[in-house]
């Protein structure tokens, strides 16, 4: 087999992948987040709530930089905001379900790619497949 071949298999396998992670967007109802904004997700998701100074300072952002990205995290739906009982200029934010469901696409993309990998492959190719992909590891 020539490399080029190859690489029009392996284009078809990462066009499946790709359209997976669309599947889910799709099913999400969210179509731009940028990579900087994933990161924000999922850092609140790690910690389950933070403030927006927290927030500004682990990601070297001015206070109006995170107000507006809260602001619009707001809006779509994806961030819960609850005021600070003992000082109610601070506030704590943390993700609704649809902010986890986001702050988690790469696992929900991979998971629906496997979905389909499993749909089209028999056991003995899985493991296969898997072995395959094991080696791309132990570089």
Known sequence: ????????????FLK??????????EELDYKELTEKQFGYLRKI???????????????????????EMIRKFDDTGMIEKRRCDSDGRVFF???????????N????????????????????ERHTLKDIFDKFSKE
């Open 1 to 12: 087999m020539d490399k080029e071949t190859m690489r029009q298999s392996f284009n078809k």
């Open 16 to 25: 499946m992948y790709f359209d997976s992670c669309r599947e889910v967007y």
């Open 45 to 67: 998701d790690d910690r389950g709530e933070i403030t927006m100074g927290d927030l500004a300072e682990m990601f070297d952002l001015s206070k109006p930089t995170v107000t």
């Open 93 to 103: 934010i943390s993700l609704t379900e649809k902010g986890k469901l986001l702050a």
């Open 105 to 124: 696409t790469n696992k929900l993309e991979s998971e629906r790619a496997v979905e389909k990998i499993f749909d089209r492959l028999t056991e003995e």
